[in-house]
T-cell receptor, first 113, second 115 residues
Framework: AQSVTQPDIHITVSEGASLELRCNYS??????LFWYVQSPGQGLQLLLK??????LVQGIKGFEAEFKRSQSSFNLRKPSVHWSDAAEYFC???????????FGTGTRLQVFP | EAQVTQNPRYLITVTGKKLTVTCSQN?????MSWYRQDPGLGLRQIYY???????DKGDVPEGYKVSRKEKRNFPLILESPSPNQTSLYFC??????????????FGQGTRLTVV
């Protein structure tokens, strides 16, 4: 069955520190992968997506993610976190031939000054 | 501006009182869906629609109804709400259902409390 696992429920980092949020997926074919961010009281905004090609994808707000097929992972990274990055982050896999998204349970990021 | 608009943003209601949450998109998207977000569970799909008059169940459809009479609108109907439907609801739209999985646009969310 298709699924997405985000092992870290809550992560706290200091402003300026690097960040990596983990995402593992289970899918029978080449996945379509997404990272979304949800700021407090807001909807979901797409940070980046992977469909095919280069396994390192760049997104908005200085985020990047790397697709590793051998590890079934799609981890999100940022070299230097800003206080405004505090939010909840969701990894999702797109189900082929539909537009359905299967989401992970989310990782809440807290940033300390 | 491309957007998905949900109303209301916040709603408190009593058990059994029918309610409708509206969703409208201005991007001429074919595919629309409803998700609910619960702590520790992420977002789960309730219903989706691939085009006008074409709807189908998602993963958690019990207690919900939808309709798609116009391309731009996709209301979520709770005929007899119960406390376990207290949740944060999101409407989303995507350009097409070709499997290309282009970006999904989400509304701002509707926080529903059923007492």
């Amino acid at each position: 069955a298709q699924s997405v696992t985000q092992p870290d429920i809550h992560i706290t980092v200091s402003e300026g520190a690097s960040l990596e949020l983990r995402c593992n997926y289970s899918y029978g074919a080449t996945p379509y992968l997404f990272w979304y961010v949800q700021s407090p009281g807001q909807g979901l905004q797409l940070l980046l997506k992977y469909f095919s090609g280069d396994t390192l994808v760049q997104g908005i707000k200085g985020f990047e993610a790397e697709f590793k097929r051998s590890q079934s992972s799609f981890n999100l990274r940022k070299p230097s976190v800003h206080w405004s990055d505090a939010a909840e982050y969701f990894c999702a896999v797109g189900v082929y031939n539909t537009d359905k998204l299967i989401f992970g349970t989310g990782t809440r990021l807290q940033v300390f000054p | 501006e491309a957007q998905v608009t949900q109303n209301p943003r916040y709603l408190i209601t009593v058990t059994g009182k029918k309610l409708t949450v509206t969703c409208s998109q201005n991007m001429n998207h074919e595919y629309m869906s409803w998700y609910r977000q619960d702590p520790g569970l992420g977002l789960r799909q309730i219903y989706y629609s691939m085009n006008v008059e074409v709807t189908d169940k998602g993963d958690v459809p019990e207690g919900y109804k939808v309709s798609r009479k116009e391309k731009r609108n996709f209301p979520l109907i709770l005929e007899s709400p119960s406390p376990n439907q207290t949740s944060l609801y999101f409407c989303a739209s995507t350009r097409s259902s070709t499997g290309a999985n282009t970006e999904a646009f989400f509304g701002q969310g509707t926080r529903l409390t059923v007492v």
